[in-house]
């Protein structure tokens, strides 16, 4: 995969360890004929280390080669998360911290769930890009705000907080996008 085609959530193989881009940053050059620069944030997958990169963006890198398995959230306990196969019906576990973030977008029954499996270990999930949840705390609508642009924060069933416009009440039911956090709009 060629550097600059690299984006958020992308894994590759560094160091013979396969490391998840978490964030990317483009530097372009101020004098002429200078190669604009690409600056990585990623984590090994396998050790949870941090890793920078700064490369060209003509710079290759290998894919990582991981088998990816369509799996339904089953339960968490205190120290692990637990993911079904929806194929074979095995169980994946993964640490709880190792998923956090992800955690906050996984409601019963969501489908679109994919586990990673590198040398036969679950090393990270993969979430479908937009999420359908419900919003279960937010202050009330007030009366002739459906025409400006301002924000309120709505709490969802997982606990996720997510700024919504102020039209919208409690019980309903949002799309979320899984990348950013962002509001995207009402499900239909």
Not at 96 to 106: A, I, N, P, Q, S
Not at 135 to 159: H, I, L, Q
Request: overall charge negative; aromatic content about 8%.
């Amino acid at each position: 995969m060629i550097a600059k085609d690299m984006k958020r959530g992308d894994i590759i193989v560094y160091n013979d360890a396969p490391i998840i881009v978490e964030n990317v940053q483009v530097q372009t050059p101020s004098a002429r004929g200078a190669a604009t620069l690409y600056k990585f944030r990623c984590r090994n997958l396998i050790t949870k280390d941090k890793v920078d990169l700064k490369t060209k963006g003509t710079d290759n890198f290998q894919d990582a080669d991981f088998k990816k398995r369509e799996v339904q959230f089953s339960y968490a306990d205190g120290s692990d998360v637990y993911f079904m196969d929806k194929n074979d019906y095995n169980m994946y576990n993964i640490p709880k911290e190792d998923v956090e973030e992800e955690m906050k977008y996984v409601s019963e029954g969501l489908e679109g769930i994919y586990a990673l499996i590198y040398e036969d270990r679950c090393v990270a999930i993969e979430l479908p890009v937009t999420v359908e949840m419900q919003v279960v705390e937010c202050d009330p609508a007030a009366r002739g705000n459906s025409a400006t642009n301002r924000n309120k924060p709505a709490k969802t069933a997982s606990g996720l907080v997510v700024m919504v416009p102020e039209y919208l009440e409690n019980g309903e039911i949002i799309k979320i996008d899984t990348r950013s956090g962002e509001f995207l709009g009402r499900a239909k």
